[in-house]
């Protein structure tokens, strides 16, 4: 991977949530390059394996349900016995799921689809918990050895529903907007002990995940994808090595050491965009 900018990561122990995704086997990439040793967190030991063979053995798979407590605790007692406390904690599991999405962008009193009042309570509970819980249960588990660690630092994966909920989505958007909040929450309750916390909120990004939603079987590119790129003044979806820079400005404590708090947007001027 060609990165940005060369940040010094030798020496210090990164862990990933969801690490072996999309967007999450990039930083594990771009930590490893830097010089960390990374502790991937997945539920899939599979899904890794390639990767951990590109980090050149720089990164070691450790498997966790991020919304299970008691599987987090095991990796945590795992990773201090191989690479020690870590200094360097990224947030990146996450995700939505079908079941929790809507078919209809606007309620049609007497509509036959799956709208609002069909959504299973559960399966929005799934998502909330992914990506918020999965969020807070981590912090809690391995923040309690990085607090007062030299240069350690948080950073949750936000989005831009966050800044504003997108259609069809309820469960993802609630759930990124309370990271969102936990984030700015987390930082003043860190900051006095030296613990930075800050986030990221991508734009859009083409993910297998999401593909479905954005391209039809053809290929062609759906209405909705029509309407975000007409709501991002760039005019194009993100790569997501255009990640890789906000990324290793927020763990390097020679770039941002007095950086705690914020959420930076990669998205191609979406947030900034009124729509006139």
Known sequence: MKLP????????????TGGSGALGSLFTKALAQCGAHVAVIGRHRDTAAALIEETGGRA?????DVTSA??????REEILARFGVPAILINGAGGNNPSATTEDEFHQIGGDVKDFFRLEPDALKRVFDLNFFGTLLTTQ?????????????????????????????????????AIQNLTMWMATYFAKSGLRVNAIAPGFFVSEQNRVLLFDKDGRPTPRTEKILRSTPMGRFGEPEELIGALLFLVSPEASGFVTGIIIPVDGGFSAYSGV
Do not use: E, H, W
Request: aromatic fraction near 12%; glycine fraction near 8%; proline fraction near 5%.
């Open 5 to 16: 900018y060369n940040v010094d990561l030798s020496g210090k122990t990164a862990v990933v």
């Open 60 to 64: 070691a798979f450790f498997q966790a």
């Open 70 to 75: 008691d599987d987090l605790k095991r990796a």
């Open 141 to 177: 588990v391995f923040a309690g050895d990085m607090a007062g660690f030299p240069g350690a630092c948080i950073v949750n994966i936000s989005s831009m529903c966050a800044y504003r909920p997108l259609t069809k989505i309820p469960a993802y958007s609630g759930a990124k907007a």
